[in-house]
């Protein structure tokens, strides 16, 4: 295998050709900083990526890695649009190995088109603060997400095989941040009147026309982050998820989130996770394993020792 | 220059595009994309922990004394998804890395491209958002 950079053509797979680039890419130089008014240009979005793709390929060097370097190369599969598959019963299977279905960065952008998050004066409080405080996010920490948050990690759905809808128990088992399990019970049983507060709270479950399985949740504690940006919830938090697998490759996560403390009224974001490579599976992820997440930017821990 | 606005153009646009990728930790609070390093040494040391792998190379600084600088990985996970595995980097490896310094710690990095002695380019894709080039393996 050869270090020395190499002409190659840039893939037809878009998330392959991603990976590609920004191995090639050059470190910026301060120079290249790119104006206000560029950045405006830059709003013409495909035309300008596709410029800078066949620019690019003109270009023979880089200097933060060269084309094939081992592990540059985001592998794939296609979408797969053929129709879900069924459990004996007819229910929809969920099973296989995603990616996605919750937000990362910001809840609002699971809104539907122009909507924005009814936020309440305490929520607006609370975001500008932890807009100076990025670090606290306790994700960082090794602390599990909460729901509907999402890593960019697997999970998987766990359901009983046999088919029957009524079988007690549903499971999501996540890999990342942290290796962590969600139980939904499918008995019909109700939440209990008084409960503590957890960080993946109280789950209970059912299926809709064999489609659409919902997962109503309560028990929450407040202290997982919806998002990157830190839009917060009380313990009063209640969501209903409704996921659906629309096509083999795709599960869509729809959630109504309630939660009086920091919401004027019940808002729903919709989410949609990718299914993975075959043959892919969860791999072990302990994140308190050797967790350095503080030191390099020089940030305290603000969940140890105060 | 008009090739490099156009790679930088496409860059943007596929940060913002994809609706960026990410891992576990955020690279902008961490490491100073306008700060890069360029070493060469030896690999003391490799950790293929989580929630991210790293590597240890002991090298010289301007001075000339032995340094030892932290280079962060992306998780095992991610790495083990795109041909990694923990034999890949070893102890007493001869090794060039580029990528990103910490913005406070010394000798930390978040590790770009290694390059061994040996003539393997191996991709490190550490931390996640925000970094100048964005992507995160998966």
Known sequence: MTAVPRAVSLSDNPEVIVRQLFGKSQIPNPKLQIPIATVCVLGLGVWILGFGIFLHAQEGRGSLGTIGALGQEVKRPPARNEPAPRLPDGTVSLDGLWVGGGPVGDIAQGLPKGEKLPLKPEAVKLLEYRAQHETDDPHLWCMPMGVPRSTPYPFRFVQDITGSAASPHLFIIHEGNIHSYRQIFMDGRKHPAELDPTWFGHSIGRWENKDTLVIDTVGFNDKFWFDRKGTPHSEQLHTIERWTRPTMGTLVNTVTIEDPMYFTKPFTASFTARLQAPGDEIMEYICQENNQYGTAGGHDNPFFGK | ?138
């Open chain 2, 1 to 138: 220059m008009r090739t490099k606005h156009g790679v930088l153009f496409a860059i943007f646009g596929l940060v913002v595009g994809s609706g960026a990728a990410f891992a576990h930790h955020s690279f902008s609070t961490e490491y100073d994309g306008s700060k890069t390093f360029n070493i060469k040494g030896t690999v003391s040391k490799v950790e293929w922990t989580n929630p991210h792998a790293r590597f240890y190379v002991d090298t010289t600084d301007e001075s000339g004394k032995t340094v030892t600088w932290n280079m962060e990985l992306a998780s095992p996970s991610a790495l083990a998804r795109n041909g990694w595995t923990s034999r890949t980097l070893k102890v007493g490896d001869q090794v060039t890395v580029t990528g990103y310094a910490a913005k406070v710690a010394p000798y930390r990095g978040d590790a770009r491209s290694v390059i061994t002695a040996d003539g393997r380019s191996l991709f490190g894709g550490a931390s996640d958002d925000g970094r100048p080039e964005g992507g995160q393996p998966q």
